[in-house]
């Protein structure tokens, strides 16, 4: 049986206020960073297969921007915020307050903007979670890919040569004023983390 | 191209055509897309390999498509029931890119594409298979077409367009 479908709606309210506390925190930083009020939430959070991920956010071929990074400690795994190459542009232009070439490629200053940005989202939605959970988890230095979907998911899928078949999918709405932008967060705990993060969430796994 | 009969070929998965049609792969990172060409009969393949070695495999069901070592010779055998011949194919391949920048926690893992594209290259010459074309490394997303009549491979990529193997 999949993990998706032991889990009960319990844990996904918590998994969903766990990223609500998390995004709380995000926005919180992410408003001082920017000089001002940043709000963020958490509408929707999934447990899916790779084949869903993939079919969630528009096909294996679809262009996106990818923060990866990796999560070492209790419940290792891999971390990746994604978002839309054309909301990342919104999300810098009317968020960050940055010029930005609404069509063009990205430049090296908006890829270290959005690396940033990752770093701090992934950074507190770890920190709410490790918190809730009482294990340890530690983000390591993040990276910046903009590229085919499939081509920047399936690196998270082949750590240390076995596959965890299971995504965490979490997406959040950032907002500033009238505008509002979506991405989502994917964190792939390895295969042997699985089962420890989900005992410490309280769902039973043999 | 529009009317073109399009098998797909998934993420650690494999297939073979046998005349008119495409085979097709997408969304490459790390990932290897290996195709296999007997022109004279007409008979393709294509893999999309996610890992170099299967030792490494956990218990259960291997997946032979997935590993390098057993693809390969997988493909091969399909191919043959169709009617291709080992000593007449070709290989061409495109993948093994590095998508993430190696931090200093990344260990050797991050480096699979390169790892993959060596292991690809080295079951090839066992096998007496020539590489004739290749489009591999680089950190580039890649989606492949193999063309099962002519042998052209197409590589698309998101920054860099189309290019014809």
């Known amino acids: 049986m999949g993990m998706h479908e032991r889990l009960g709606d319990f844990q996904y309210d918590v998994l969903k206020e766990i990223g609500n506390i998390g995004a709380g925190h995000a926005a919180t930083a992410l ?5 001002k009020p940043i709000g963020m939430s958490v509408p929707h959070v999934s447990v899916l297969s790779f084949e869903q991920v993939f079919e969630a956010l528009g096909g294996s071929e679809e262009p996106v921007v990818a923060v990866f990074l990796r999560v070492v400690g209790d419940s290792s795994g891999n971390m990746f915020f994604i978002i ?34 990752g770093n701090i989202l992934t950074g507190t939605y770890l920190t709410s979670l490790a918190d809730f959970t009482r294990l340890l988890m530690v983000p390591t230095v993040p990276s910046v890919a903009v590229d085919m979907l499939g081509a920047v998911l399936s690196f998270g899928i082949l750590n240390y040569g076995v596959t965890g078949d299971h995504v965490l999918m979490i997406d959040t709405a950032f907002t500033q004023g009238q505008v509002q932008v979506g991405g989502n967060f994917l964190y792939i705990p390895d295969p042997e983390s ?11 796994f043999e | 191209m529009n009317t073109a009969h399009i098998v797909k070929v998934g993420m650690a998965d494999l297939n073979v055509l046998a005349g008119e049609g495409l085979l097709k792969t997408t969304g490459l990172g790390s990932c290897v897309g290996l ?7 007409q008979v393709g393949g294509m893999a999309h390999i996610m890992l170099p070695d299967s030792r490494i495999a956990r218990d259960g069901a ?13 493909l091969v055998s399909r191919m043959e029931r169709l009617g291709a011949s080992v000593g007449r194919m070709v290989a061409k391949m495109a993948g093994g890119a590095q998508m993430f920048a190696a931090g200093p926690n990344m260990a050797e893992w991050m480096r699979i594409g390169p790892r993959n594209v060596d292991m690809c290259r080295a079951v090839l010459s066992d096998l007496r298979i020539p590489v004739v074309a290749e489009d591999t490394g680089g ?4 989606t492949i077409e193999l063309c099962c009549v002519t042998g052209i491979l197409t590589v698309r990529s998101v920054n860099r367009g189309v290019k014809e193997l």
Not at chain 1, 31 to 35: E, K, P, Y
Not at chain 1, 84 to 113: C, I, N, R, T, W
Not at chain 2, 139 to 142: E, L, Q, S
């Open chain 1, 31 to 35: 408003s001082h960073l920017l000089g």
């Open chain 1, 84 to 117: 839309k190459p054309d909301s990342a542009k919104h999300l810098l232009h009317h968020l960050a307050g940055l010029e930005v070439d609404e069509s063009g490629d990205f430049s090296d200053m908006e890829l270290s903007a959005l690396c940033e940005i």
């Open chain 1, 194 to 204: 699985f089962p420890v993060l989900f005992r410490a969430l309280g769902v039973p």
């Open chain 2, 35 to 41: 195709t296999l060409f007997d022109k004279d009969a």
């Open chain 2, 62 to 74: 291997l997946n032979k498509a997935k590993f390098a070592d057993t693809a390969i010779p997988e």
């Open chain 2, 139 to 142: 950190n580039i997303g890649r």
